[in-house]
């Protein structure tokens, strides 16, 4: 086995979460629980035929969530789902969705805790 790349905090996240998921680009991407620019996690996206790992975007907390947890999955529209523990408005994590084409993500759901549950895994 060949040692690709480590996890070890600001760069490249730090302890990575989850699956990688083959997107439809034929890129992998996945998620860390921490590490980043804010210690809470980022989406990478890792280039097997050019041996690449990009930072994708650092979870910030209330904006886009923070330490997500479980595994991404890509949707008929193209888009990558994910979810994080922490984070959101009412700082119970949030449903996002990633655009590998624009590299942006959109929060669609915070977490509240009452209505529809709180800290997903």
Same mark, same amino acid.
Do not use: C, W
């Given at each position: 086995?060949?040692?690709?790349?480590?996890?070890?905090? $600001? %760069? @490249?996240? *730090?302890y990575?979460?989850?699956?990688l998921?083959?997107?439809? %680009?034929?890129?992998?991407?996945?998620?860390?629980?921490?590490g =980043?620019?804010?210690?809470?996690g980022?989406?990478? /996206?890792?280039?097997? $035929?050019?041996n690449?790992?990009?930072?994708?975007?650092?979870?910030?907390? *209330? @904006?886009?969530?923070? @330490?997500?947890?479980?595994?991404?999955?890509?949707?008929?529209?193209?888009?990558?789902?994910?979810?994080?523990? %922490? =984070?959101?408005?009412n700082?119970?994590?949030?449903?996002? /969705?990633?655009?590998?084409?624009? %590299?942006?993500?959109?929060k669609?759901?915070?977490?509240?805790?009452k209505? @529809?549950?709180?800290y997903?895994?």
């Amino acid at each position: 086995m060949i040692k690709k790349f480590d996890f070890y905090g $600001a %760069n @490249n996240g *730090a302890y990575p979460h989850g699956t990688l998921i083959q997107a439809t %680009n034929g890129e992998l991407y996945g998620m860390t629980r921490y590490g =980043g620019a804010n210690d809470y996690g980022v989406l990478f /996206q890792y280039d097997p $035929a050019a041996n690449t790992l990009i930072k994708k975007l650092d979870f910030d907390g *209330a @904006n886009n969530g923070r @330490n997500p947890q479980g595994s991404l999955m890509q949707a008929t529209d193209g888009k990558l789902y994910g979810m994080t523990y %922490n =984070g959101g408005t009412n700082n119970g994590g949030v449903l996002f /969705q990633y655009d590998p084409a624009a %590299n942006t993500l959109i929060k669609k759901l915070d977490f509240d805790g009452k209505n @529809n549950g709180s800290y997903p895994r």
